[in-house]
């Protein structure tokens, strides 16, 4: 079993709509949490980053983290044509000598005018 | 800031030749990442230096790739020999201080080895 999983995709939903992307992980020791957007033939980009439990918002996307489920998500509110990206979710575990960082294989959203 | 630069952008070489790909960070950052991305394993993180000492190699697939970070402003990543199955994006990142959940990533190197 992968410490991170995240569907592939793809995800087609129409303009306007609110998309919802998911990654579960196995390690309850991961700390931090983080969102990226890769446009296609790019290099990833930092959408957002959690440290604990609950939601954190920005702009018309919403990160969301549930510990005891082990499970993160990303909301993205009014979805544009401009989101088609693949989004990666990724952790990090912070243990001085054992830090651990580790990329879901991401999930291929593509929005519909 | 004009971000991360890594160089070249397309690499194309022959099974066995070397190959060296190039990365300056955005300036003030303390540490830097290289990444590999296949379809088939996603991003994977091969080495991490934090004030160019390696902290991390532990990603690094086996000895025929070598990593070094003379200065602040430079790194790179070395493949000898090369062999197909390298074939891949090679990213480079950089984040401020010890921090790498704020990582800013280059465009990446294509690289195919024939």
């Known amino acids: 079993q992968k410490e991170v999983e995240q569907d592939p995709g793809p995800l087609s939903v129409p303009e306007g709509a609110i998309v919802s992307l998911n990654c579960t992980y196995s390690?309850?020791?991961?700390?931090?949490f983080m969102w990226y957007r890769q446009y296609s033939r790019k290099g990833p980009e930092l959408l957002m980053y959690t440290y604990s439990s609950g939601n954190k918002e920005d702009g018309r996307f919403t990160a969301q983290v549930d510990k005891s489920s082990k499970y993160i998500s990303l909301f993205i509110r009014d979805s544009q044509p401009s989101d088609s990206a693949t989004y990666l979710c990724a952790m990090i575990l912070y243990g001085g000598a054992t830090n651990k960082l580790i990329f879901g294989t991401g999930t291929l959203l593509a929005v519909q005018p | 800031d004009a971000g991360v630069i890594q160089s070249p952008r397309h690499e194309v070489t022959e099974m066995g030749q070397e190959v060296t790909l190039r990365c300056k960070p955005i300036s003030g950052h303390n540490s830097l990442f290289w990444y590999r991305q296949t379809m088939m394993r996603g991003l994977e993180l091969l080495i991490y230096f934090n004030n160019n000492v390696p902290i991390d190699d532990s990603g690094m697939p086996e000895d025929r790739f070598s990593a070094k970070m003379p200065n602040a402003s430079f790194s790179t990543l070395k493949i000898q020999p090369s062999e197909p199955r390298d074939s891949a994006v090679y990213f480079c990142?950089?984040?401020?201080?010890?921090?790498?959940?704020?990582?800013?990533f280059g465009p990446g190197t294509r690289l195919l080895v024939l």
């Open positions: 390690n309850s020791a991961f700390q931090y």
């Open positions: 990142a950089s984040s401020p201080g010890t921090k790498q959940e704020t990582q800013y």
